[in-house]
């Protein structure tokens, strides 16, 4: 009799079945237990293929192996290891510790996995068909893994820790009795998540969520139709990286590595990609990010209600390189980054997009995205006049040298507001705009001040007035009585000296009243440049 079956034997139920002694004996020898067909048509766990008793073992045996298994053979680490195999009946290990190394892959589930506060080293479920796990307060000290799993009725994850990483990579999950595909509020990742083409039917829920290095959902594909949002993560922290974005596939359809940090991520010609896309409201609101947002690639498709909320998240880079959402909302209002990385084509338009309190402090646009197309983004953010995108802008502009363009969305600023003022007050704005364009184009009051004072010359070269005082007067000169006219407090000499009668006192005072319009719009306009300054 050889020594696994004295183990058996010795250590066994007295009840299992064939392949349940051959998984007793593999998890004793750390080896693997390979219950499949080897066949893939006949091994694929999504099917409705029945599995017979030649693959099938009881969870409570693997819970038993689990909580209170057999020592290992010397020389050996005990590992449950499981291919291919059926787990029929409830797998429960609710508030135990497992201690050996757990891999199940390709395997079927028949009821719900249960490891609410359950304790693991590293626990790993490869390709499997699980009606639903709940895996509230998880604790493991390495990983979890979960990709290309089918979870037909949700994944529980609220307040659990993974000591390294998590990943769930191309999962389908559907949703649960509570409209929830993933219900993970709370869970904390040391080290990457990782939920790459990852396909979800109901809310992804991750508020208060924190992860150690990156989160990157590439090529993921979220779908909500039964509630508002479809992926809900106020509150977020992710150290590094958040990737929102598309993926490259190999000749294999399968994800390529990581993309790196920078604007150039169009594909090689011939590579197939895949975008992400979310199919309901995205909330990351109060979020904090430590390297960037990137949603190169996004696209969003919702409702008239529903929105991209990104309301006061903190983050040095934030990229909005995706498609434009035909309908509902992006709102940035009070966000703060310091680097905008967007295209022109990216943004909704109006009544689709708030920024109320937007900060950023530099802008880096990925294609054309000339300045009129920059102002019609300002503008689709308010529509109902506000300052604040506007002079954001402006700062945004002057700091990178760019001073015309930025006088420029001042003027477009003043343009706006002047749309809401009462009529008295509009009609003196079309006239510092009409003179002076407020101040922001101070050339265009030289050329009115030189057209008037030409014209004020000339009519006076034709007129020889008489002195209020003979005797005590200068010599008469048309040109400069014109300017002396037209300058307001500046004395040159002229203005004082002679008597205007008849029609000639009114072209005196049209060139004061002129002098007056020209210098206080420049005043103004010039005060105005120096709050900014």
Request: hydrophobic share 40%; proline share 6%; aromatic share 8%.
């Amino acid at each position: 009799m050889d020594e696994a079956v004295e183990v058996a034997a010795e250590g066994a139920p007295s009840d299992l079945t064939a392949p349940e002694l051959r998984m007793w004996r593999a998890f004793r020898a750390g080896t693997v237990c390979d219950l499949s067909a080897r066949a893939a048509d006949r091994d694929n766990p999504m099917t409705d293929r029945t599995w017979g008793p030649e693959r099938s073992v009881r969870a409570e045996v693997i819970a038993q192996l689990l909580l209170s298994g057999p020592a290992p053979i010397p020389g050996r680490v005990a590992s449950l290891k499981l291919r291919g195999a059926r787990i029929t009946g409830r797998l429960e290990l609710s508030g135990g510790t497992v201690a050996p190394y757990v891999e199940l892959r390709s395997c079927r589930f028949d009821s719900e996995v249960q490891l609410a506060e359950a304790r693991f080293a590293t626990l790993r479920m490869v390709h499997c068909a699980i009606p639903r796990l709940e895996a509230a307060r998880l604790h493991t000290e390495g990983d979890l893994h979960l990709p290309r799993c089918r979870v037909a009725r949700g994944i529980r994850l609220t307040d659990a820790q993974i000591g390294t990483d998590l990943l769930i990579s191309q999962a389908v999950v559907q949703r649960d009795s509570r409209g929830r595909a993933i219900a993970a509020d709370g869970l904390s990742v040391a080290q990457d998540f990782q939920a790459e083409m990852i396909e979800t039917y109901g809310e992804v829920s991750l508020r208060g969520a924190k992860v150690g290095v990156s989160m990157s959902l590439r090529g993921a594909r979220l779908r909500n139709p039964y509630g508002k949002r479809a992926l809900n993560a106020p509150q977020l922290t992710v150290e590094r990286t958040l990737y929102l974005t598309s993926v490259a596939l190999d000749a294999a359809g399968e994800p390529g590595s990581t993309p790196p940090y920078g604007l150039d991520r169009t594909p090689a010609r011939g590579i197939r990609t895949q975008r992400f896309e979310c199919r309901g409201g995205l909330r990351l609101d109060d979020g904090r990010f430590g390297d960037a947002v990137d949603f190169y690639g996004a696209r969003f498709v919702l409702a008239g209600d529903q929105e991209v909320s990104l309301r006061r998240i903190q983050t040095p880079e934030l990229r909005f390189v995706g498609e434009e959402p035909e309908q509902g909302r992006v709102v940035l209002s009070g966000a703060k980054v310091i680097k905008l990385v967007d295209q022109s084509t990216s943004w909704p338009g109006p009544g689709q997009l708030s920024m109320d309190g937007f900060s950023y402090e530099f802008l880096v646009p990925r294609g054309l995205f000339p300045l009129a197309r920059r102002l019609e983004w300002v503008e689709a953010a308010t529509p109902e006049y506000s300052p604040d995108p506007y002079e954001r802008l402006a700062y945004v502009l002057r700091a990178s040298g760019e001073d015309a363009e930025a006088r420029e969305v001042l003027l477009a600023k003043q343009r706006r507001r002047r749309e809401t003022l009462p009529l008295a007050a509009k009609a003196w704005g079309y006239l510092q705009d009409w003179t002076v364009a407020y101040g922001y184009r101070p050339g265009r009051a030289a050329v009115w001040m030189a057209v008037i004072w030409a014209a004020g010359a000339v009519a006076f070269s034709g007129h020889d007035p008489k002195a209020i005082k003979p005797g005590e007067h200068p010599l008469w000169n048309p040109i400069l009585y014109a300017l002396d006219l037209l300058l307001p407090v500046i004395d040159l000499g002229q203005d004082g000296y002679w008597k205007m009668e008849g029609g000639w006192q009114w072209v005196a005072a049209v060139l004061v009243l002129l002098g007056w319009v020209l210098a206080t719009t420049v005043a103004a306009g010039a005060s105005r440049l120096l709050r900014r300054g």
